[in-house]
């Protein structure tokens, strides 16, 4: 159909695009934003590493119409960098060999942000069931685990 | 996804003018989770207007009357999972969400969605139709109820018309008394579509005598069913370990006569009789003593 | 010896920040100016011969720039890695539902597809062959060269297995049967393609594990000059072995439509697309026979195995090589026939996947042994370790094991300390005999040796290059082009820099693979990239060293004596100078401190003929051990602990090799339980395209408490001690968790087929239960 306009938060910066809002919420922030740190592993919902916070929880954005995003707040990876328990949680990953191939890890570190938010202490079995949407083929989740428990150990200092 | 039109309501009224506007067919837009999936590859929502309700504030959320948990039908399966009055009233339902996905899903995924979607395999429809769920269905600004497994024609198909919004779900309130087991059975421990699911609810007088009894099977029949004959078998007696190998075959057994024999019957019916068996058993424990 | 600078330690992985912020570039998160999308369309059958492709219609849609098809391709119409047998776009005939029949290009992605369904093909149908089985039974050649459809054979023949066999005092003769399994990188394919506005030159971009090969592929198909072809692989979003052929039949097809159109190209797979095009691991049929004395010496092991090919030869001799030498395990024992055949079908084609058909043998293996201990009233362990190879030994293949550590009983022995195996295994073997346990345990242990780089059967082929230049600055650019696929190489390519420098290892920076700059150097397979890569660089480093002494002679003259480079300092003499002191000496006399570093591995001594020798250089000696538990009341498998205990040579980085193994661990257990593609033996179909259906194991199925052992003992045949871990890390998992389950079960080798599923365990659950039920019955007839 034809574009319409939406206007949304996304990253804490307000954002106006005009688009068709049958697309991807993906679609959207890949093409029409430019974001490429949001990735497309499935498509339908199993893989998360779509995943993005959506008006403050995690969400498969591949499973999000663009017209959902109207008046929406957004967090995308590109957030993360400067936003101080994202980059805690960044910081964690990269320390603790979380990240292998990489393709999943923007993916988890959403997951992890949105569990942290709401979940300033979370036990490893929280922790697991907050990442249970995020597959991964390269670490087999242990490191992940980890490294979620430990930014959640330093942002509570 | 292809569409024709997108309109985006925050009332229901809103919503019975978008309908009664829009001209050729509609979709009605809730978490997206089965409808994005199916719109993906071939243009299924092509010519459609897709009305999305996800912002109508008033189909969000569980308020209580005296004897009825309302659920708005677009409360989202982790809402319900962590409702306290959900919880409170109907445990069974909350675990059922719960089951769902994962959490990106069930942070999007909404009851109403998971019952129009009608997909046998959905969880929460076991639950609900143990605890006698009503569904509050509205045309054109006109509600009426109908009982949860009315709704249901055969797989993936129901007889609402596609201006008919579920607006409510009606959940009984179930005494404190009231025991219950939701047992989900997935090729993994979470994100598996369910190969079966056996929710049981019942209910005990002090001398240990059945006085409310409802056991069904989920992902295994064409829709939702309930079984007078199962509930039945228990209801005013103090349960023995044979009644509940009975309760358990005979459940069991309904699934060649209704479902009839299939490749997957050869799993499912001896994994139905043992997990009933199994949840009957925890479910009496005491009595059984 | 002197001590590591920097091996042995967690140095972080140069890419980790880019890509826990999101910037690192995927294949498909380039975009190009005038960059054309393309859609494939597929064949929709898997067997048949192709009359015509109708693309009229899709050229005339809206924002179509271009439709190709096999007729646009220039040269030779078929490529492979080593046989050249595969269309990249199909002419007279298709082989399997993943052949593409044509391609779109178009201004957008959406146009493309919308093209890309209006195409349509004449076909004329011919039998579909779905099984290894179907096709040695037909009449009908997939590949004409191949008339019995046989596409490779390995055997291998120790002493004499038939007359042990008739001697054996114990035997056990079975069988198992293996499925297809998806590699399942996160990142489908993509690819991009960019024509030179110069000349006939292409670069190509994206998630290509093999490079080397896709350029010759190119050269010979689009008729340019290989040093036309530029391979500049974008960040790899994991491979497993899966990114070679399939990345390479997409980046031919969008060469061609970029050199056609002179416009950048891209196509990335969709994972439905993904699944049905790539190639898998082999599905394999086992007919296994062990014969032991009845003290539990093991003295006959013949193993035939059918491996499943599918269309295209692909990967399947060496896989059928590995299946045959590697499948009969690290046992000592004399009399060994081991036979692997290798067969075409119309199924998906297989090829490399992570353990290149051993995990399917360990599996078959494993369990067989099992079965023979319980025979023999042994404990698993008991008769792994009665039979395990020692120093010394010979290797069922031939091998005597002389030249390192052998070290797989101290491996097998740490594995089992970490499940308590000893201890476990009687008390679960006593408790499980309860009838009214409805939850069993069971513990279940495997063990390999894995040849480290290609083996025996590509002897005098195997080789890596690297190009290492010290710059004025002093810093160390290094040029390789074995491909980091998220295993972490690139940055223990780093560290084996500094090592071979004797610098620090902040001097050593290291460019993108380009094939433009790093000369050739085969691809990053067959747990060949720390090895060769490391006797490639320590190579490369002497020879600059060679070159930074020569300015040094220059300067205080011929008699300076040995010069160490060490802890970034170079001392000979009474001199101690500091590393850029050396480079301004060396750069003051106009040298050239650049080297281009080369390392074959030695040829190893095989007979093809027999089926006897060294099949490989050097081996990896891993076990795997699991806990689990299995519901009689569903079929379901928890799996409470694994553990995984590996010798890969010295370990450079701890932490990256303990992720190679949690991840390992993981990818077994998905194959031993679940990940199941849905294939059809009658119309070679597979159902399970998506993550929906193809599950992989998800965090709340791994167990929180899997543990990683490392156990390195450096390799006197490779050049940083290293040998390989990557394919290790997964090789006996999937056999560990199946012999656990068969314990648990209270039958040994009982489940004879993979995935072990809800269905086929319950199968097993059952007849326990149908038992337990006659026993009662009887035990009641007895009372009465
Ligand atoms: C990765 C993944 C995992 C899943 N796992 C499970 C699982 O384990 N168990 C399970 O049961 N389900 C599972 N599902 C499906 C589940 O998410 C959906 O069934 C969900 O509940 C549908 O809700 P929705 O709001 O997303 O519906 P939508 O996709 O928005 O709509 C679904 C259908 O219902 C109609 N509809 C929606 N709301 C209404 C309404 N109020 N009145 C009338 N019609 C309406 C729509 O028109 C559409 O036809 C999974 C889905 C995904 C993507
Ligand atoms: S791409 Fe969205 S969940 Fe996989
Ligand atoms: S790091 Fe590769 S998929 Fe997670």
Redesign the pocket.
Do not use: Y
């Given at each position: 159909m034809s574009n319409i306009k939406l206007s949304f938060i996304l990253n804490r910066k307000p954002y106006t695009v005009e688009t068709d809002p049958g697309k991807r919420m993906l679609d959207v922030l890949r093409e029409d934003l430019g974001l490429m740190g949001t990735k497309e592993g499935c498509g339908?919902?199993?893989c998360g590493a779509c995943t993005v916070i959506l008006n403050g929880k995690a969400v498969?954005s591949c499973?999000v119409l663009a017209g959902q995003m109207q008046d929406a707040e957004i967090l995308t990876i590109e957030g993360m960098r400067d936003d101080e328990i994202g980059r805690v949680i960044q910081e964690c990953f990269v320390e603790g060999d979380a990240v292998q191939c990489g393709f999943c890890t923007p993916g988890f570190i959403m997951s992890a942000y949105a569990l942290l938010m709401e979940n300033p202490t979370p036990t490893r079995d929280e922790i697991r069931h907050a990442i249970a949407?995020n597959l991964c083929r390269c670490t087999g989740y242990i490191p992940i685990t980890n490294a979620i428990e430990k930014a959640a150990k330093t942002l509570a200092k | 996804m292809k569409i024709r039109n997108y309109i985006q309501v925050k009332t229901v009224e809103a919503f019975h003018e978008a309908a009664k506007a829009a001209d050729g067919p509609i979709?009605?837009?809730?978490?997206?989770?089965?409808?994005?999936?199916?719109g993906r590859e071939d243009d299924v929502y092509k010519d459609c207007t897709v009305i999305d309700?996800?912002p109508v504030e008033a189909?969000h959320g569980v308020c209580e009357t005296e004897n009825m948990l309302l659920i708005g039908?677009?409360t989202?399966?982790e809402a319900i999972s962590h409702d306290p009055l959900v919880k409170q009233y109907a445990p069974i339902l909350a675990e059922?969400c719960g089951?769902?996905?994962?959490l990106?899903?069930?942070n999007?995924?909404?009851?109403?969605?998971?019952?129009?979607?009608?997909?046998p395999?959905?969880?929460?429809?076991s639950a609900l139709a143990v605890l006698h769920a009503e569904l509050v269905?509205e045309r054109d600004g006109e509600a009426r109820v109908e009982p949860m497994t009315a709704i249901f024609t055969k797989p993936y198909k129901t007889n609402?018309a596609q201006n008919?919004?579920?607006?409510t779900i009606r959940v009984p309130k179930q005494s404190p008394n009231v025991r219950y087991d939701y047992v989900?059975v997935?090729r993994r421990k979470?994100?598996?579509?369910?190969r079966m699911t056996v929710a049981t609810l019942l209910e005990m007088d002090n001398n240990g005598v059945v006085t409310r009894f409802d056991m069904t099977v989920g992902a295994t029949f064409p829709r939702p069913m309930l079984f007078p004959d199962i509930s039945a078998m228990l209801v005013g007696k103090r349960p023995s370990e044979q009644d509940i190998i009975g309760v358990a075959k005979a459940l069991s057994d309904k699934i060649p006569e209704i479902a009839g024999i299939r490749k997957s019957t050869i799993y499912k019916q001896p994994v139905c009789r043992n997990i009933s068996e199994r949840s009957l058993r925890k479910l009496f424990a005491d009595i059984l003593k | 010896m002197k001590r590591p600078s920097t091996l042995g330690k967690n140095i972080e992985r140069i890419d980790a920040w880019a890509k826990a912020e999101g910037t690192a570039q995927y294949g498909a998160d380039i975009r190009l100016n005038n960059m054309l999308f393309c859609k494939n369309v597929y064949s929709e059958r898997a067997h048949a011969k192709l009359l015509a492709v109708h693309i009229g219609e899709a050229e005339k849609m809206p924002g179509v720039v271009k439709v190709v098809t096999g007729k646009d391709i220039p040269g030779a119409k078929m490529f492979g890695e080593l046989f050249r047998d595969q269309y990249a776009l199909a002419c007279d005939r298709v082989r399997y539902f993943g052949d593409v029949i044509a391609v779109v290009a178009a201004e957008t992605q959406e146009q493309a597809n919308e093209a890309a369904k209006r195409i349509y093909a004449d076909y004329e149908d011919l039998p579909v062959l779905a099984s290894p089985k179907m096709a040695m039974e037909s009449d009908i050649a997939i590949n004409p060269e191949y008339p019995d459809n046989i596409c490779g054979e390995v055997h291998v023949n120790k002493g004499d297995s038939e007359a042990a066999l008739k001697e054996a005092e114990v035997i056990v003769k079975t069988n198992y049967k293996t499925h297809f399994v998806e590699h399942a990188y996160l990142e489908p394919e993509s690819v991009t393609a960019v024509p030179s506005p110069m000349r006939d030159e292409v670069t190509v971009y994206g998630s290509m594990q093999a490079p080397y090969n896709a350029r010759i592929s190119i050269h010979r198909m689009l008729n340019i000059p290989m040093s036309q072809i530029i391979f500049k692989p974008s960040t790899v979003g994991g491979s497993f072995g899966g990114k070679i052929e399939t990345a390479e039949a997409n980046a031919i097809r969008v060469s061609l439509i970029a050199l056609l159109t002179k416009r950048p190209a891209q196509v990335t797979l969709t994972r439905d697309e993904s699944i049905r095009e790539s190639y898998k691991r082999h599905p394999i049929e086992f007919d296994i026979e062990i014969g032991a004395k009845k003290d539990g010496t093991m003295t006959a092991l013949r193993m035939l195995s059918i491996l499943d090919a599918g269309a295209y030869i692909n990967m399947s001799p060496p896989v059928a090589y590995k299946t045959a030498v590697l499948g009969v395990g690290p046992y000592n024992v004399d009399n060994v026939h081991s036979c692997s055949t290798a067969v075409l079908t119309n199924n998906n084609h297989t090829g490399s996947m992570r353990g290149f058909g051993t995990p399917q043998s360990i599996f078959a293996l494993e369990n067989t042994i099992d079965t023979l201990a319980a025979k023999l009233g042994m404990t698993p362990t008991e008769f792994r370790r009665k039979n395990l190879l020692r120093n010394g030994d010979v290797s069922p293949c031939g091998h005597l094991m002389d030249f390192h550590e052998v070290s797989i009983v101290e491996v097998m022995e740490k594995a089992a300390e970490a499940i308590d195996f000893d201890r476990k295994f009687k008390q679960y073997k006593e408790e499980n005999k309860d009838p009214k346990r409805r939850v069993r345990r069971g513990v279940g242990i495997s063990t390999s040796m894995r040849g480290a780089s290609v083996g025996a059967d590509g002897n005098g082929f195997d080789v890596a290059r690297v190009l290492i230049e010290v710059m004025k600055d002093a810093s160390i650019h290094t040029n390789i082009g074995l491909v980091e696929i998220g295993q972490g190489l690139r940055t223990v390519q780093m560290m084996m820099v500094a090592e071979g420098m004797g610098v620090k290892l902040d001097r050593v920076t290291l460019g993108e693979t380009d094939t433009s700059r790093s000369p050739a150097t085969g691809a990053c397979i067959a747990s060949r990239g720390t090895m060769l890569g490391g006797g490639a660089i320590a190579d490369a480093c002497r020879s600059l060293k060679l070159i930074l002494n020569q300015g040094l002679s220059m300067k205080y003259g011929d008699d300076i004596g040995e010069v160490t480079y060490e802890d970034d300092r170079v001392r000979f003499g009474e001199y101690d100078l500091s590393f850029d002191e050396v480079v301004d000496i060396a750069y003051g006399y106009n040298l050239t401190p650049a080297a281009i570093g080369t390392y074959a591995i030695p040829i190893t001594d095989w007979d093809e003929e027999k089926g006897y020798g060294e099949p490989f250089y050097s081996y990896t000696y891993s076990c795997h051990a699991a806990e689990v538990e299995v519901d009689l009341d569903t079929g379901a498998v928890h799996v409470v602990k694994m553990a995984g205990c590996h010798d890969p040579g010295r370990i450079i980085n701890p932490q990256f090799a303990e992720g190679q193994i949690y991840g390992g661990l993981t990818m077994g257990q998905g194959m031993a339980l679940i990940e199941d593609l849905g294939h059809s033996d009658k119309t070679a179909a597979i159902s399970n395209l998506n993550f929906?259906n193809y599950l992989l194991p998800t965090a709340m199925d791994v167990p929180d408490t899997n543990e990683p052992i490392l156990n390195g003992h450096p390799d006197p045949r490779s050049a940083f001690g290293g040998r390989s871990l990557g394919e290790p890390a997964t090789e006996p998992a999937a056999a560990a968790i199946a012999c656990a389950v068969n314990m648990a079960l209270g039958k040994p080798g009982a489940i004879k087929e993979l995935p072990f599923n809800l269905e086929r365990v319950m199968e097993i659950a059952q007849e326990i239960d149908k038992q337990r039920d006659v026993d009662a019955a009887s035990a009641a007839v007895d009372k009465a």
């Open positions: 339908v919902g199993e498969t499973l949407g | 979709t009605i837009l809730a978490g997206g989770t089965d409808v994005l999936v199916n309700i996800f189909l039908a677009c989202t399966h059922a089951a769902v996905g994962s990106q899903t069930r999007r995924a909404t009851i109403g969605g998971n019952l129009a979607n009608a997909s395999a959905a969880d929460t429809m269905i609402l008919d919004l579920i607006t989900k997935g979470v994100l598996s579509i369910s | 929906n």
